[in-house]
């Protein structure tokens, strides 16, 4: 079955660092796409960066980009220069083509904490 | 631009009890729309899809139901409610890409 892992429960980094977030995937589909996303203690999903599976190149957008690392089957996202308000809930996830790219599975989530 | 509502953002109801929550999409047409549930510190569990008006596709068999009566209206409902159904429900939608973005949430809590 196809499954998104993040093994991380909780992570602590100080204000300005750089903080990896661990995504794994599980598919023998050749054709998905990756998304994080962030959840504030408000409960809304923010969108943050997508990855297809056949780019060639890793997703960047403003302070965050997406290590894509197929042959591991892995999806980690780098926060640079990480913000107080970087402090929510992160989580990764995947349409998988054989689905019709209809359905987002997720997975539980990497609470972030940033320190002054 | 395009925005998502729901409401209402808050609710409390006793078990068995009705349930009725409303998503509405502006600025786009023919989305496909999502409703998500998650629990208590958990990720999130999709419930129902759209493609179309009438059209729902149900991922989780459960006491739950969804309708769209519009384009851009997703309706999630219960006849009777159940304590297992407190939780953090979300609304989504995709236009052309695959992102799909969402709406504000609605916490419900079944007493």
């Known amino acids: 079955a196809q499954k998104i892992t993040q093994t991380q429960p909780g992570m602590f980094v100080q204000e300005k660092e750089a903080v990896t977030l661990d995504c794994t995937y599980d598919?023998?589909?050749?054709?998905?796409?990756l998304f994080w996303y962030k959840q504030p203690s408000s409960g809304e999903m923010i969108f943050l960066i997508y990855?297809?599976?056949?780019?060639?190149q890793n997703a960047t957008e403003g302070r965050y980009s997406l290590n894509f690392q197929k042959a591991r089957k892995s999806a980690n996202l780098v926060i640079s220069a990480s913000q107080l308000g970087d402090s929510a809930m992160y989580f990764c996830?995947?349409?998988?083509?054989?689905?019709?790219?209809?359905?987002?599975?997720f997975g539980k989530g990497t609470m972030l904490l940033v320190s002054p | 631009s395009q925005t998502i509502h729901q409401w209402p953002a808050t609710l409390v109801q006793p078990v068995g009890s009705p349930l009725s929550l409303e998503c509405t999409v502006e600025?786009?047409?023919?989305?496909?729309l999502y409703w998500y549930r998650q629990a208590a510190g958990r990720g999130l569990q999709l419930l129902f899809y759209?493609?179309?008006?009438?059209?729902i596709s149900s991922e989780v068999p459960q006491n739950l139901s969804a309708s769209r009566p519009q384009d851009r209206q997703f309706i999630l409902s219960s006849k009777k409610l159940l304590l297992s159904d407190s939780g953090f429900y979300l609304c989504?939608?995709?236009?052309?890409?695959?992102?799909?973005?969402f709406g504000p949430g609605t916490r419900l809590t079944v007493t």
């Open positions: 996830a995947s349409l998988w083509g054989d689905s019709g790219y209809s359905t987002l599975t």
């Open positions: 600025g786009t047409s023919n989305p496909n």
């Open positions: 990855q297809g599976s056949y780019d060639q």
């Open positions: 989504a939608w995709t236009g052309q890409g695959y992102e799909q973005y």
């Open positions: 598919t023998s589909d050749p054709s998905y796409g």
């Open positions: 759209s493609v179309g008006i009438g059209q």
